[in-house]
């Protein structure tokens, strides 16, 4: 999908002076190159507005390789990062990325990658008002938001900070209160698979059909998959009767690959990513399903016909890849550990998400490319 820029736009990646060259991590769109010279795109120890739980060198993360990974496509170059180009065309726009943790995982990341370009305090904001967090640079009037909606439609994890539930019930009719909060958006970036991913074989969902209110209420056990065809098919509906074409771009991100099974790399399932510390090598790696995917892909390629083009940021073979990138036990834990976590830190280690600066900077770099290749 990415248009991206020409080889004079190109950035070699650099060793350390006396580090042997290391194989790169090869797939079928591109490899990883180590690259010093270029990398990291911003300080995670600097950064005002980080998350805490990818906050990987505040909480003693030690190696520092996870950083200065670039991904180079075959036969194109992504062009390099600029913010004040990016806040210039966000500029009086807004920018939304809407789903879960992983997807706020990004936002975190591109709001890393140009707040460092405005010095002045005064000059950019961060709210956090319940489900929605908005980070503004006000010499731009450009805003550039999180809205915590996992399950895209309402559902009973809808809240930002109690949310984890074992039994996951959506209301397949009812989007509305979401999509209040996103309808203005110029740019719309959707993620949503993690929370729709089995955690263990028998694990099923329910479906609300009608409300307590009106006396018809239904619940319907169904499979996982089941439950997100379903959503899919509401935001599509509302996308193709609400969305402004001429207004709004829309991007519906890829699936962001997990690695507790270190089996699939040669290692052992018991120590999951933990103490990794360089991407897996093999060529043509893949571990992810990309099933949930295609499915996305197919609702959303319904829209064409009436001029709404939903963008698929295909950014997950390049993720497969960085078994290394992910927090760990390097993050803050918001509940204490007990003395058999901390007598086994594979039991708590984090390999869902992404230690910033890390792989989520190139999915912005991605987008970035596009975004800056066409009007918005």
């Not at 938001?145 to 309402?154: G, I, K, N, R, T």
């Not at 019930?169 to 996103?182: G, L």
Request: with cysteine.
């Amino acid at each position: 999908m990415w248009k991206l820029g020409s080889k004079n736009q190109r950035l070699e990646g650099q060793l350390r002076p006396g580090t042997p060259a290391r194989r790169s991590a090869t797939g079928q769109g591109g490899q990883w190159v180590y690259d010093n010279v270029s990398r990291p795109l911003y300080s995670g120890l600097k950064c005002t507005f980080i998350f805490l739980e990818v906050a990987c060198e505040k909480y003693g993360r030690k190696d520092s390789m996870y950083q200065h990974w670039r991904w180079q496509p075959h036969g194109c170059d992504i062009p390099r990062f600029n913010a004040i180009n990016l806040l210039e065309k966000l500029r009086d726009k807004r920018l939304v990325f809407v789903g879960d943790s992983v997807n706020r995982n990004q936002w975190v990341s591109l709001v890393c990658m140009v707040e460092d370009s405005i010095p002045d305090d005064r000059l950019k904001t961060c709210i956090f008002n319940g489900s929605l967090i908005s980070f503004k640079a006000l010499e731009y009037n450009a805003t550039i938001d999180f809205y915590w909606s996992p399950l895209l439609v309402e559902s009973n994890s809808d809240n930002p900070i109690i949310h984890w539930v074992d039994y996951r019930i959506i209301r397949a009719d009812r989007i509305e209160k979401h999509a209040s909060v996103w309808r203005d958006a110029d740019i719309i970036v959707f993620n949503s698979y993690l929370w729709w991913r089995k955690q263990n074989d028998d694990m099923t969902m329910k479906v609300m059909y009608g409300s307590f209110e009106d006396g018809d209420a239904r619940l319907d056990e169904m499979e996982m998959i089941d439950g997100f065809e379903i959503a899919l098919k509401k935001l599509a509906e509302w996308l193709g009767e609400n969305i402004n074409k001429n207004k709004t771009r829309i991007f519906f991100a890829g699936s962001s690959p997990t690695h507790f099974w270190a089996s699939n790399w040669g290692g052992e399932d018991s120590n999951k990513c933990l103490n990794e510390t360089e991407p897996i090598y093999k060529v043509g790696y893949k571990s992810t399903d990309y099933s949930l995917m295609a499915m996305a892909k197919s609702y959303f390629q319904r829209l064409e016909a009436k001029g709404i083009h939903v963008e698929i940021q295909n950014i997950t073979e390049l993720s497969d890849y960085r078994k290394d990138g992910h927090p760990t036990v390097f993050r803050k834990q918001y509940v204490p550990l007990t003395k058999e976590q901390i007598e086994n830190p594979a039991s708590y280690a984090d390999c869902t998400h992404w230690c910033l600066p890390g792989v989520p900077d190139v999915w912005n770099e991605f987008l970035y490319g596009y975004l800056m290749d066409k009007c918005i």
